[in-house]
């Protein structure tokens, strides 16, 4: 069993396949494993329940890798 790792998305997002990708190099680099989810972020309601601050947001154990991510309230798509 890998870490957590969750990408959270927006559709028409540009980076979020580069996010995936910059996860998996990490990973490969810590020598670890991660057990990846891509979460399709599909409307406003959406962004404020899961508290998505962004596309794309990357969280490790649940924790966003921004640390500034986990004291904001802004959360939308755009």
């Known amino acids: 069993m890998g870490i957590s ?3 959270l998305h927006a559709e028409g ?3 979020w396949e580069a ?4 996860v998996y ?3 490969e680099t810590l020598g670890v494993l991660v057990d990846l989810t ?3 972020v599909l409307d406003a ?3 404020a329940r899961l508290r998505f601050p962004g596309s794309p947001t990357i969280r490790v154990c649940g924790r966003d890798v921004q640390p500034e991510a986990d004291e904001s309230a802004d959360f939308g798509l755009g």
């Open 19 to 22: 996010a995936r990708q910059a």
């Open 38 to 40: 891509e979460t399709l």
């Open 5 to 7: 790792v969750e990408i």
């Open 45 to 47: 309601g959406m962004a």
């Open 13 to 15: 997002c540009g980076r």
């Open 25 to 27: 190099v990490a990973a």
